[in-house]
């Protein structure tokens, strides 16, 4: 969803007639788009916002604005460490960036615009400066009412809100007529889409209507939350044939006392059922699922129960973290907080089994055909293509450029550490 939104700070700027750089001693106008899901995250982006101090120092004129979660929930503070940010924009009010730029042109300097409230979702979607033409994010709901002990997004994206679906339908065809094959729906939990909306249809409803618009081949979605995800979705998934065989779907942890302990409100075995459901109606799955290492009150049987799940599921990717405080959740307050360098061993455990899990999963899928998207020249070797699989896999392979932009049979020849080679079929 950051980076969507990027792509929506890039279009309102081109709007305006700025262009983008690859210098940036030569910018204008320098935006950080920030995150704060872990303390790394608001590091990476304050050491950031340090170094553009010298820039500034030497050209007055740039404008530095901070945008996104860490500007939401830390701004103010933000401004008192580093009080040469012209502005500071909140999750909320994206859309306001052109006059903010202005004023701050104009010198009247708005440093600060966070918006406190969870405001609706605009019904007219924002200009997006995208570099894939033909696969495209469509936001359907933003925000989360899940409170999970750890997590900093209900602070930051606000109460959920859903798009109404006509709008989200008119977006999608609109992008369809544009030349966009693939469409990934966004939201912090796409499942519970609609719950607010009167005289609307939920999540499977909304991916019956999308499958039917033409143009549009493909339709993924992140991020499912697994209490969230029903047996009638799953149906829905298994039956619709434009919606792709990949699921993200995150665990956190494997131990029933941890997982109450994060309030996430499924068990193992509910979570085990699910994923066996998937895998009953939808053979082919391509499971991918989020760890969260070093929980305060994790102990070694609590972390042993996450790994043996690893094991059963056999998810071709994770991403893994290792727990850490963030502002205003419950486990900041939580007393039994884990060693530093227990997480750290526990985490290479989990990345060792993982990595041997995955090798095992991608010799599987030697030789076996796929259909993929092709997106471009490959950023590793000019010479060749880059393509997607439904179940989400890069694929390299050589062929001709006329191809960019179609979908076409590839058979898998060789598996890398986060690629595959490929050669056409058809
Ligand atoms: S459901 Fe996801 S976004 Fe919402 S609080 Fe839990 S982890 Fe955060």
Known sequence: MNEHDSEKLGGLLEAEGYRATAMVEQADVILLN??????????????????????????????????????????????????????????????????????????????????????????????????????AWVTIMEGCDNYCAYCVVPYVRGRERSRPMRDILTEVRQLADGGVKEITLLGQ????????????????KLLEQLNQISGIARIRFVTSHPKDLSASLIKRMAELPKVCEHLHLPLQSGSDKVLAAMNRAYTQAEYLEKIQLLKEQI??????????????????????????????????NLFSFIYSDR???????????????????????LLKLQQEIAASRRK?????????????????????????????????????????????????????????????IS
Do not use: W
């Not at 996104?68 to 580093?82: M, N, P, T, V």
């Not at 530093?340 to 061993?345: A, E, G, K, P």
């Open 189 to 204: 939990n796409v499942n519970s889409y609609g719950k607010a909306l009167d005289n609307e249809f939920g999540f499977p």
């Open 34 to 135: 920030t995150c704060c899901i872990r303390a790394k995250a608001d590091q990476k982006a304050l050491s950031l916002l340090g170094r553009l101090k010298l820039l500034k120092t030497k050209r007055p004129e740039l404008i530095i604005g901070l945008c996104g979660c860490l500007a939401q929930s830390q701004g103010a503070e933000i401004l008192k460490r580093a009080p040469y940010t012209d502005l500071v924009l909140g999750t909320h009010n994206l859309h306001r960036l052109p006059q903010l730029l202005k004023q701050v042109l104009a010198r009247k300097k708005p440093k600060l615009e966070l918006v406190e409230y969870s405001a609706p979702l605009t019904a007219k979607p924002l200009p997006v400066s995208r570099n894939n033409p033909y696969s």
């Open 327 to 349: 502002p205003h959740t419950a486990a900041s307050e939580f007393k039994a907080k884990i060693p530093r360098t227990v997480s750290r061993q526990r985490f290479q455990r």
């Open 283 to 316: 053979p082919r799955i391509s499971l991918t699922t989020d760890i969260i290492v070093g929980f305060p009150g994790e102990t070694e049987q609590d972390f042993e129960q996450t790994l043996t799940i690893l094991k059963t599921v056999q998810f071709d």
């Open 364 to 424: 599987l899928m030697l030789g076996q055909p796929e259909e993929v998207l092709v997106e471009g020249p490959s950023k590793t070797d000019a010479a060749k293509l880059t393509g997607r699989t439904r179940g989400n896999k890069l694929i390299h392979f050589t062929g001709s450029s006329d191809l960019i932009g179609e979908l076409i049979q590839l058979r898998i020849i060789a598996a890398g550490k986060n690629s595959f080679q490929g050669e056409v």
